[in-house]
């Protein structure tokens, strides 16, 4: 490990510890990934983008990572409090599509917003459907002394396991189980949770498979802890995910992993989450079926990493709350960072006075602080403007900034953040054309053809800043 001893907040413990990985050469992750129903809201990617930022520390740190995020297309419920319609089923009775065919389709987009936000892939994408056979062997291993059967499927029990729910009450200092609703009749606890459900009699799913218990599909629940144990092992060093996950799933995969052990191990070493991404109105959802995804950001004009900064700028363990304007904020911080950028690549190399040794290490303590990179942002920015160091060195760190934070700057230019809205009325070419036509009028002080040309563009939704202390020529309004 290099520089400064990581530490991590865990949220089993709820206090910040020293992380040693198990094993140096291979430090084991494992991410809640999506339900593919529905488009992701950027409230889901700031999980990802959290899960991304601890990946590439690690790296930094000197470590080997392998990360995996699941693939939820079967078993969740639209509660996550095991209960209400299958998320899946549901979306494909409302589009009249096949299941398959609505996982596939959003499988693909994730993927393509998670490449947009400069996320590295995970080592696996696991699919819950490709390990149906093994949820069902687990669930046989744990059945005997942990869970009973109802009409409606296999359920855990979950009064078998020690400390049941320590990770929700390390936060809410409540019982977990407190304040649910025993909805299926039969249940010995509340807090019981389905491992298996059974079709029920005359009816059936797309998506079903026989199992010891009747022909049905697996819980939710059930797929992190046998991927998590499939491909990093029982005892592996980080789980990570939002923090709606921290009071019901992860508690109830925490309770599996015990019960499959015989022990009271949770899986992971370190259980982490992030906070939520609020609006003015409150907590992002999809259930009223308008939500901000990031392909409506793009059609504003706002270029993808412009909400990775956004999410930057805060720590992982904050609310943040979205706004527009915040995010035009945010936009021109990196605007302003990458005109910097480019300027130092037309710079001539000089001889070296300086030194960016110091910016190194002070990006390393930030980040080996549970991954502050609100603290980071800022000796990036003061690297990049420090004259006291030669262009080309600057420039040259700036491939460990990209490493730990993911903006891209090494290649990033002025022209990649000018994202044409859905609305714009010009394309690039076109705006950039009636520009010079522009420039050669008040060449030849043609002002009266000079404004006519800057009213059309404005027409448009293109506006010519003149004057623009950025330096920036144009931009388009969404």
């Known amino acids: 490990m290099q520089g400064a001893p990581l530490t991590l907040y865990n949220s089993l413990t709820r206090s910040t510890e020293s ?95 998670v490449a947009a936000l400069g996320i590295l892939p995970p080592s696996r994408w696991a699919v819950a459907t490709d390990h149906i056979a093994e949820m069902i ?28 729910g320590r990770l929700a009450r390390a936060h809410t200092g409540e019982d977990p189980a407190e304040g649910r609703i025993a909805e299926v009749e039969g249940k010995r606890n509340a807090a019981d ?71 009271a191990d949770t899986g992971a070493t370190f259980w982490m989450h992030n906070n939520f991404l609020v609006e003015r109105g409150g907590k992002m959802s999809k259930s009223t079926g308008e939500f901000l995804r990031l392909k409506v950001l793009v059609d504003r ?23 527009w304007d915040n995010l035009a904020a945010v936009s021109t911080r990196l605007k302003r960072l990458v005109q910097a950028i480019e300027t130092l690549r037309t710079r001539p190399a000089t001889p070296t006075t300086g030194s960016t040794a110091a910016y190194r290490e002070a990006l390393d303590a930030a980040v080996s602080d549970d991954l502050n990179t609100a603290r980071a942002l800022p000796v990036l920015e003061a690297m990049v403007a420090d004259k006291r160091i030669a262009p080309q060195d600057r420039l040259a760190a700036l491939g460990d900034f990209d490493a730990v934070l993911g903006l891209g700057l090494v290649t990033l230019t002025r022209a990649d953040l000018r994202v044409r809205p859905a609305t ?55």
């Open 19 to 113: 992380f040693r990985p198990i094993d140096p050469a291979n430090v084991r992750v494992y991410t809640c990934g999506p339900t593919v129903y529905n488009y992701q809201h950027i409230g889901n990617m700031r999980a990802f983008l959290f899960a991304d930022t601890l990946g590439r520390v690690l790296r930094w740190k000197g470590w080997p990572v392998t990360h995996i995020i699941n693939i939820t297309d079967v078993g969740h419920l639209t509660s996550d409090a095991d209960a209400g319609d299958d998320k899946m089923e549901r979306a494909a009775a409302t589009t009249g599509r096949s299941i398959w065919e609505i996982a596939a389709h959003f499988t693909e987009v994730f993927k393509e917003d």
């Open 137 to 164: 062997a687990f669930a046989e291993a744990i059945a005997p002394r942990h869970c009973y059967s109802l009409p409606g499927g296999l359920y855990f029990d979950v009064s078998t396991v020690p400390d049941y």
């Open 193 to 263: 949770f389905a491992i298996w459900r059974t079709t029920p009699p005359g009816e059936s799913r797309q998506m079903e498979w026989d199992s010891p218990w009747g022909r049905g599909a697996p819980g939710w629940h059930l797929e992190c802890s046998v991927m998590s144990q499939k491909y990093l092992g029982a005892a592996f060093d980080i789980h990570t995910g939002g923090i709606d996950h921290r009071e019901i799933h992860h508690p109830n995969e925490i309770a599996q992993n015990q019960a499959h052990c015989g022990c």
């Open 301 to 323: 004009g706002y270029h993808p990493l412009t909400y990775r900064l956004l999410c930057l700028q805060a720590h992982y363990r904050s609310e943040l709350e979205f706004s």
């Open 424 to 478: 714009a009325l010009l394309d690039e070419e076109s705006v950039q054309a009636r520009l010079d036509d522009r420039r050669d009028a008040r060449a030849a002080k043609d002002f009266p053809r000079s404004d006519a040309i800057r009213d059309q563009l404005a027409a448009a939704g293109v506006e010519v800043m003149d004057g623009d202390p950025l330096g920036w020529d144009w931009k388009v309004n969404p």
